[in-house]
């Protein structure tokens, strides 16, 4: 892995790891960018899938306007706004409504963010707030490398199928079933199993816990396919690891990769905060 310098833009891009991300160093995300280092850092994106900008210090403001650099601001579901106060910037935490640690930590399996909409979102954008002194990491699946590394005829089986994403049935396995005006505002979307990255042109599997089914087959059936697959690619070598520090700002390509939240802290006791803004991609098919 060797630092790319940009110095012609301004910033260097340092990998994380041999699969995936990257450091972005030498920028300042509350100064707009020009149309030089936008492509640049549009590039980064989606050469590394998750870009990781360091000692960032943005308002809530400020991360709207950031995010809005590289696309639309998708909106919360009807149930989901949490705590914000921001129409446009959900806060994720581990706090109930008194402000306290609950113990439970959100998000904690595998997804890919609005999965369940027509156009699932193309990109994340998490900023830290308050960190635990230690854990509470954000683990990502690389979908594209998980693919490639299925066996052809997998591959060409996958690719013949589409599945079904819900939010209302990735609610019941939570144990919170969805209301009527919930169902409305979410209903579920179909979505191609082996999903061809609209702007890289490369072969993902898109699943996560909204991907409920297989569609045309039967639920139990096409629900134990779906599991078995994810259980099959969350593992090494598929996976990176982002351990948060204080600043932390990432930016991930939700379209080829799967994350979750690890509660490796103590939850009842320290606050993770972070603020959450995304892009709405766009349909898969
Ligand atoms: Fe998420």
Not at 76 to 93: E, F, K, M, Q, W
Not at 94 to 107: A, F, Q, T, W
Not at 219 to 231: N, Q
Request: glycine share 6%; net charge negative.
């Amino acid at each position: 892995m060797n630092a790319h310098d940009f110095t012609q833009e301004r910033f260097t891009l340092q990998p994380l790891s041999d699969l995936m991300g990257a450091e972005v160093i030498g920028l300042d995300l509350r100064q707009p960018f020009d149309p030089d280092i936008k492509a640049a850092v549009h590039k980064a994106f989606l050469d590394y899938q998750l870009l990781v900008f360091r000692d960032q210090n943005l308002t809530k403001d400020e991360q709207v306007v950031f995010t809005e650099q590289f696309g639309t601001l998708e909106r919360h579901a009807v149930r989901n706004r949490g705590t914000s106060d921001h129409p446009l910037v959900h806060i994720v935490s581990n706090l109930d409504e008194s402000g306290k640690p609950m113990g439970k930590v959100r998000s904690d399996k595998w997804h890919t963010d609005k999965s369940f909409r027509p156009e699932p979102s193309m990109a994340t954008i998490l900023h830290a707030q308050t960190l635990p002194p230690d854990g509470g990491d954000t683990v990502f699946v690389n979908m594209y490398a998980a693919f490639d590394g299925l066996n052809q005829a997998t591959k060409d089986k996958i690719r013949s199928l589409n599945v079904v994403h819900s939010w209302a049935t990735s609610r019941e396995h939570e144990g919170r079933p969805v209301t009527a005006e919930e169902k409305r505002d979410a209903p579920d979307n179909v979505h191609p199993l082996a999903r061809i990255h609209p702007e890289t042109g490369r072969t993902a599997i898109f699943i996560g816990m909204h991907a409920s089914h297989i569609d045309g087959w039967s639920f139990e059936e096409g629900r134990a396919f779906v599991v078995e697959l994810e259980e099959s690619v969350t593992r090494a070598p598929y996976l990176f690891r982002h351990k948060w520090q204080a600043g932390d700002l990432l930016m991930w390509d939700n379209r080829c990769l799967l994350h979750r939240a690890e509660a490796n802290f103590d939850a009842r006791k320290f606050p993770r905060i972070l603020h959450r803004t995304c892009l709405r991609g766009t349909a898969t098919q």
